[in-house]
Structures are given as structure tokens and as C-alpha cells.
């Protein structure tokens, strides 16, 4: 759980932004598209967030009676300790520990390298080519008087079996309510962040709806949509679809040409300071007919239904039967006929991540935590619609990232139609 003075900055945008940025925010108007660059002057985060981050790691090893995790590569570790290390055969990573300062495992030859990257003073040891580096985790684990030992989700299966031969005095237990326990809630600083990539990826697309053209094919937009986001500060890309590919949840390989009456689906995003955004708009180039036009009605009043589930103490699982049952009651049902796929997944540093709104999921939603909303209807060989906007978890609600908020076929940004 975050800390009750980040609660009130989670409902709006954190002062990490700039003024200039956090007035899109209000809402389209003139002057929108003369914005260039809004990146420009975002605040890193610092090595106050990361003692932060650690501080609470240390609690909920506490709660889970866990002595330490061990986080090998990847976001997690990024997430922890800003370090950024490749993954590999040789195992390299830190534990996490309720005593104090974090405890490195480096293989010997990359000692200096690793010096570049940990923060000063603190405890790096190493194991030679010859060495087992599980024995050197289980001397940690001795040194730091505890013996239960918490793996990341990311560990790969080497290193857990690994462990189990050359430091059996260790117990190995999952450390995913430690890491994911973290990384599931937002800071006000990481919602800032996701906020903006939001903001720019539906800039991007607004640009480039704009500029379509007959007789383009996907790569074409997707080129439009990519340049956008580098206008606007941030390397984000989205894959479009047409027509009938739009039935396939995740596309299709057939090629396509854009024509009058042709249904365009774009999922994408960017990044911002490593915290990700994750959106789907669904057009039609030119008249759309009534089917499309209904379809499109139904999907948004799935989403709506969704954000107004989405609130601190319900289950995950909640907020998809909400938007399932729009659809079903639509005569798109039962189940997962043609809304193929889960509501929602979480996102920060990753795409996808823990947690994720799906039946059976019985985790309760707190304040801070981000998710994916995106139900769609696929139908096979006609078209699909789907709309996705990631939403924050507030202290009495949920809100969109980024606003610009579909509001109809033909004013998939909130704006008048033109």
C-alpha cells in the first residue's frame, strides 16, 4: 500500500509535469497540436525514490516472513536499484533485506563495470568462472542471520535449481509478494509519468488519423503514428489493423489496403521515464455503417461500465464482469465468444504486468494501482472494435491516463467532430 500523502495526488496530474503539459489535461482545444516535445524538463526519478522503494520492500518481506529476496536482471531490478544488467548464464543480481543496505552477486571479471552502476558503498561480492554463485547467496543469507530467501518472479529455473544444490540451508520461497506487492501500486511521480505517455500516444494517433489517406497500407500509418510520437518526445510506435484483420484480437497477417468504409484498429504506446502507456483506438475511414456504429456504442458502454466498478476495495475480477456483462446483455455473449480476451492488465515499467482483471481474480484494488480497460467485440471475418485507455485507481474511483477519452466513432479523442 502507498503512503496516504501520495493518495491525494493519484486524482490528478503530480507537479513532476510541466504546467504547459498537465493543461492538456483539460481537454482538447486550439493550439494542441503546436506542442511539440513534451518531454522536455520531466523530473528522473532520484535516489530518494529508490530508498523508498526498497523501504517498502523491507515491510512486506516482514509481512510475508520473508529474511531477503534475491532480484536477478530485468525491470525488477531496474525498479529497486536503477541498475540496468543484461540477463545471462552468469547470475548477477542483489538481495533485498530487512537489515539494511542491498547485497550484490557479481561474477568476478564484471566487478568494475559494476561499480559504474551501484551506488557507492554498497556491498558487492563476487564468485570466480570456477565458483557457484548459489553458494555465494547462501554465505549472504548466513551473514544476514536468516535462511528464507524470497525469488523474484523473473528467476529462472537454473538459478532456483541452482540454489536448491549448492545452498540447501536456504528456503526458497516466492518473492513475487515483495516485488509485484511494490511495483502494483503507483507513486504519484510513476502516475505523472504514465500520464504523459498516455497524453502523447493520443496526440500521436490524433496526428496521424488525420494525415489517412486511400490506399495506404498498415505500415504506412504505423510510420505516421511512430514519427508523431518522436515530434512529441517519446519513441512509441502503433501496430494498426483494417478491416477484417480487425477481427483477429491481436491482427492478422493478410494485407490490407485502407478504403472507403474500412475499420482501422490501433493499439500501441510509448515510453516515459521507462513507465509505459497503452492504447486502442477504432475508426472508420469515411461513412461507417449502422452495425459498426452499434457495435462501437456497445464497447464504450462496456468501458464505462468498467471505470465505474473500478474503485479501491473491489476485486479485480469485478471490473471484468462489469464490462462483460454489457456485452453479454448486448447478445455478444456468453463469456469469452466474442469479447475473446480479459478486460485488463496491469502497466508501469512493463506493457503487461501484475496485476491483471480477469474472472477468479479476487485481489483487491487499492489506490495506485493501473490497468489496462479494453473490451472489444470480434467478429470473425466482418470486423472488430476495441477500445483501451489505462486507468489509475484513485482514493474514491478511477480515472483515465492521458484523458482524451473516446466519446464516439467519430470522436475517438473527445473532440467536436469536424
Known amino acids: 500500500m502507498i503512503p496516504r500523502r501520495e493518495f491525494l495526488k493519484i486524482g490528478g496530474w503530480?507537479?513532476?509535469?510541466?504546467?504547459?503539459?498537465?493543461?492538456?489535461a483539460a481537454g482538447p482545444g486550439s493550439g494542441q497540436e503546436e506542442v511539440k516535445n513534451l518531454t522536455a524538463g520531466l523530473k528522473p526519478l532520484d535516489p530518494a525514490d529508490f530508498e523508498e522503494r526498497r523501504e517498502r520492500a523491507g515491510r512486506l518481506m516482514a509481512a510475508h516472513n520473508l529474511d531477503a529476496v534475491f532480484v536477478s536482471g530485468e525491470v525488477n531490478l531496474q525498479y529497486f536499484t536503477a541498475v540496468n544488467w543484461w540477463t545471462s548464464e552468469r547470475t548477477f543480481g542483489v538481495l533485498l533485506n530487512k537489515k539494511g543496505a542491498p547485497v550484490w552477486v557479481c561474477p568476478a571479471f564484471e566487478l568494475e563495470r559494476a561499480k559504474e552502476l551501484v551506488p557507492a558503498g554498497q556491498d558487492i561480492r563476487t564468485w570466480e568462472e570456477?565458483?557457484?554463485?548459489?553458494?555465494?547467496?547462501?554465505?549472504?543469507?548466513?551473514?544476514?542471520?536468516?535462511?528464507?530467501?524470497?525469488?523474484?518472479?523473473?528467476?529462472?529455473?537454473?538459478?532456483?535449481?541452482?540454489?536448491?544444490?549448492?545452498?540447501?540451508?536456504?528456503?526458497?520461497?516466492?518473492?513475487?509478494?515483495?516485488?509485484?506487492?511494490?511495483?502494483?501500486?503507483?507513486?504519484a511521480k510513476e502516475i505523472a509519468y504514465m500520464d504523459l505517455a498516455a497524453k502523447i500516444t493520443k496526440l500521436a494517433y490524433r496526428k496521424a488519423f488525420k494525415q489517412l489517406k486511400e490506399g495506404m497500407i498498415p505500415r504506412d500509418v504505423s510510420a505516421l503514428i511512430s514519427a508523431a510520437h518522436a515530434e512529441l518526445g517519446a519513441t512509441g510506435s502503433g501496430g494498426p489493423q483494417f478491416g477484417p484483420s480487425t477481427s483477429f484480437p491481436h491482427g492478422s497477417r493478410i494485407p490490407r489496403t485502407l478504403a472507403e468504409g474500412t475499420v482501422i484498429m490501433v493499439d500501441g504506446g510509448c515510453s516515459v521515464e521507462g513507465y509505459r502507456s497503452d492504447v486502442t483506438r477504432t475508426i472508420v475511414f469515411g461513412k461507417p455503417t449502422e452495425k459498426m456504429i452499434r457495435i462501437w456504442d456497445i464497447v464504450k458502454k462496456a468501458q464505462t461500465a468498467a471505470l465505474r466498478a473500478c474503485r479501491p476495495g473491489a476485486a479485480c475480477e469485478d471490473v471484468d464482469i462489469a464490462a462483460r456483462k454489457v456485452i453479454e446483455d448486448a447478445g455478444f455473449g456468453p463469456g469469452y465468444k466474442h469479447f475473446a480476451h480479459r478486460l485488463g492488465h496491469g502497466i508501469g515499467l512493463e506493457g503487461h504486468e501484475y496485476p491483471y482483471l480477469v474472472k477468479g481474480n479476487k485481489l483487491k484494488l487499492e489506490p495506485g494501482m493501473t490497468f489496462s480497460n479494453e473490451p472489444g467485440i470480434y467478429i470473425y471475418g466482418e470486423f472488430g472494435i476495441r477500445h483501451e485507455d489505462c486507468m489509475v485507481v484513485t482514493e474514491d474511483g478511477a480515472r483515465y491516463l492521458g484523458g482524451m477519452e473516446a466519446l464516439a466513432i467519430d470522436r475517438p479523442f473527445g473532440e467536436k467532430p469536424e
Do not use: W
Open 14 to 24: 503530480a507537479l513532476t509535469v510541466p504546467a504547459f503539459v498537465r493543461n492538456l
Open 130 to 187: 570456477h565458483e557457484s554463485p548459489y553458494a555465494l547467496i547462501g554465505g549472504i543469507m548466513k551473514d544476514l542471520g536468516g535462511r528464507r530467501l524470497g525469488l523474484s518472479p523473473n528467476t529462472r529455473a537454473f538459478q532456483v535449481f541452482g540454489l536448491k544444490r549448492d545452498a540447501p540451508g536456504i528456503e526458497a520461497a516466492d518473492g513475487g509478494p515483495v516485488t509485484d506487492g511494490c511495483r502494483g501500486t503507483k507513486t
